[in-house]
C-alpha cells in the first residue's frame, strides 16, 4: 500500500511539472506574437551633466533597428540591442528586457568625466572616474577640467586607458600623459580649493606638466606627477599663507618640481 501511494505522488509531482512546463512554453508563444508596443530607455546620470538623452539611446537604436512598435516581441532583436548598448562609450551597467506589457526597457548609468583633454592632433575627449575614454558631444555641453598640450590618444572612444595590458610596453608608454592627467585631475577634482583655483594642465613637449590658474597670471611647474598629491598640497598652503599676503600677481612662475620646496619667479 505505502509502495502504491509513493508511486501515485510521484506521479502527480510528474504532471504538475509537465503542466508548468507546457503553460509555460504556451506562455512564451504567446509572448513571442505580441506586438511590441515600443522603448523606454532610463539614464542614471548620477547627478552629473547628461551626455546624451534617453531619445538619442532610442534613436540610435531605432536607426539600425527600424521601429520597434512595428514588429512582434518575437522579431526584435534583443541580443542585437543589448550589444548596441553596451558598446556606448557614455554608458555603463547596461542591461535591456522586456516587460510583461510588451515594452522593451533599457537601463544604463551614465559614465561620469573626469577630465576633458585636447591630444596632440587637436580632437577633443574625455576621460571618466574608472579610466573610459568618451567623445565630447557639443549638443551636450560639460563644464569640467581641461587638459591640452602634447597629449597621444592612441585608444578608441569607449576604451579603457586601465585595461591596456602591462606588458604591452609600447602602447603603455604612448598612454603615459593620459594616466599623468587622470592622476591630477582626481586630485584636483576631489579638493574644493584645488578646483576652485586650478582651470588647465598643459602638457609639454617633453612630458612635463604646467598648470594654469584662475586667479592671478603665473603659470605652475609640476614637473612629472611624482608626488603630485604632496606637491599640491604645498601649493595650497603657498597660496592660504603666502600668495594672500603678498598678492596673487608678484609671480610669474611657481615651481614645484623640487621635494618640499616651490621656487618663486618675477
Not at 521601429?67 to 542591461?95: C, F, H, M, R, W
Not at 510588451?102 to 571618466?128: E, F, K, N
Not at 598648470?211 to 606627477?225: C, E, F
Amino acid at each position: 500500500m505505502k509502495i502504491l501511494v509513493k508511486i501515485l505522488l510521484i506521479t502527480l509531482w510528474v504532471a504538475i511539472a509537465a503542466g508548468v512546463v507546457v503553460m509555460m512554453s504556451f506562455a512564451n508563444v504567446t509572448h513571442e506574437v505580441k506586438q511590441c508596443r515600443g522603448i523606454t530607455c532610463r539614464i542614471d546620470y548620477r547627478g552629473a551633466q547628461p551626455l546624451m538623452s534617453g531619445n538619442d539611446l532610442i534613436g540610435q537604436i531605432n536607426r539600425k533597428y527600424g521601429q520597434l512598435q512595428s514588429k512582434t516581441i518575437g522579431e526584435v532583436d534583443i541580443a542585437g540591442i543589448s550589444a548596441l548598448v553596451k558598446k556606448n562609450p557614455y554608458l555603463e551597467n547596461t542591461d535591456v528586457l522586456i516587460t510583461v506589457e510588451g515594452d522593451i526597457l533599457v537601463r544604463a548609468d551614465q559614465c561620469i568625466p573626469l577630465i576633458r583633454y585636447y591630444s596632440s592632433a587637436g580632437y577633443p575627449h574625455y576621460i571618466d572616474n574608472n579610466g573610459r575614454i568618451m567623445p565630447v558631444n557639443t549638443a551636450y555641453p560639460y563644464k569640467i577640467l581641461i587638459a591640452s598640450g602634447q597629449i597621444e590618444s592612441p585608444l578608441k572612444d569607449g576604451t579603457n586607458i586601465f585595461l591596456v595590458s602591462d606588458s604591452n610596453f609600447v602602447l603603455k608608454a604612448k598612454l603615459k600623459n593620459l594616466y599623468d592627467i587622470h592622476l591630477l585631475a582626481e586630485i584636483i577634482n576631489t579638493d574644493s580649493t584645488l578646483k576652485a583655483l586650478i582651470e588647465q594642465v598643459y602638457v609639454t613637449g617633453n612630458g612635463k606638466i604646467q598648470l594654469v590658474t584662475k586667479a592671478g597670471s603665473h603659470i605652475i611647474y609640476m614637473g612629472d606627477t611624482t608626488d603630485a598629491a604632496e606637491k599640491l598640497e604645498n601649493l595650497k598652503c603657498f597660496y592660504k599663507n603666502g600668495l594672500v599676503k603678498t598678492g596673487w600677481n608678484k609671480y610669474k612662475k611657481l615651481n614645484l618640481e623640487y621635494k618640499n620646496q616651490i621656487v618663486c619667479t618675477k
